[in-house]
C-alpha cells in the first residue's frame, strides 16, 4: 500500500546494510586483499552489541538485506520524498586503529555507496565516513566525497577515536566543512566506554548509549575554541 500524504517528508536517517564484499571490491592496494580475506571491513561496534543475546527483527526473521531496490520500494511504499544515508556495520569506524587502513575502508565504503546508491536514484542522498584518525587525510576525504562523489556531507563517530571531536587535532576537517558549506554530523553506536560496560541488558544500554556519545562530543564540539566549527556540525542519533 503506498502512502499519499500533503506533507512532503525527508527521512534523515536511512540506514543501509553495508555489502562487506562490495565495499572491499572499492578498496585500493593491499588492504583490500587484507579485507578480503577478514571477509569484513569493520571492527565490531563493542561488547555490548556482539554478546548479547536479543535479535532484532530482521535477524530474528531471517531477512534478506535490503539494497537500492528494496528501499525504493520503502520510500514508495510510506511516501517518503527521499533519504539521507548513514551506515550501520560502519558505525564501528572510528575504532580502526591502522591509519592507513582507515583511510582505504573509508574511500572503499565512500566508493561502494556512491556507486551503488548515489547513482542510482536521485531520492538517495548520504553522508560519508572519514578517517578521523589521521584529520588531514579526513579533509581530503571529505572534500573528495563532496565535490566529486556527491554526498551531503560526512558522519564522525561518537565512540572509538583517542580525544573527543572538539579536539584540536580534528579542527582541519571543520576548516574544511565550512570551506565546502556542507554539514557533519555525529552518529552514536558504539557504546562501550560510557560506564555501562557491567550491564547485562541491552535494551538500557542502547537508550543511553545514543544520547550519552552524542552529548560527550557535541558539548566538546560546541564549547571549543574553533567556534565557526559549531556551524558546521549537527548532531544526529
Known amino acids: 500500500m503506498s502512502a499519499n500524504l500533503g506533507t512532503r ?10 555489502d562487506n ?5 572499492h578498496m585500493e592496494g593491499a588492504y583490500r586483499d587484507i ?9 565490531p561496534l563493542d561488547h555490548l552489541h556482539s ?9 530474528r526473521d ?13 520510500l514508495d511504499d510510506i511516501g517518503i520524498d527521499w533519504t539521507v544515508m548513514y551506515p550501520t556495520l560502519a558505525l564501528s569506524y572510528g575504532k580502526i586503529v591502522s591509519l592507513d587502513y582507515a583511510v582505504a575502508v573509508c574511500k572503499g565504503y565512500n566508493n561502494w555507496l556512491a556507486e551503488t546508491y548515489l547513482k542510482a536514484n536521485p531520492r538517495f542522498k548520504s553522508m560519508a565516513i572519514i578517517p578521523m584518525q589521521d584529520p588531514q587525510e ?14 551531503l556531507g560526512a558522519m564522525m ?20 566543512a565550512n570551506r565546502l558549506g556542507c554539514c557533519l554530523a555525529v552518529h552514536g553506536g558504539a557504546h562501550d566506554r560510557f560506564g555501562m560496560d557491567h550491564m547485562n541488558m541491552y535494551v538500557p544500554v542502547h537508550a543511553l548509549g545514543h544520547p550519552w556519545g552524542l552529548t560527550i562530543n557535541c558539548a566538546d564540539i560546541y564549547t571549543m575554541e574553533f567556534t565557526n566549527a559549531s556551524r558546521a556540525c549537527a548532531s544526529h542519533s
Request: aromatic share 8%; net charge neutral.
Open 138 to 151: 579526513a579533509a581530503k576525504e571529505l572534500r573528495r566525497a563532496v565535490t566529486e562523489l556527491g554526498f
Open 35 to 43: 579485507a578480503a580475506r577478514k571477509g569484513t571491513c569493520f571492527p
Open 51 to 59: 554478546g548479547r543475546a536479543v535479535e532484532t527483527p530482521p535477524q
Open 9 to 18: 517528508i525527508i527521512d534523515g536517517d536511512g540506514h543501509i546494510m553495508e
Open 157 to 176: 563517530p561518537s565512540n572509538g577515536l583517542s580525544q573527543p571531536l572538539g579536539a584540536k587535532q580534528f579542527w582541519p576537517v571543520y576548516e574544511e
Open 21 to 25: 564484499a562490495g565495499i572491499i571490491a
Open 62 to 74: 531471517g531477512r534478506a538485506p535490503v539494497g537500492p531496490k528494496g528501499w525504493l520500494e520503502f
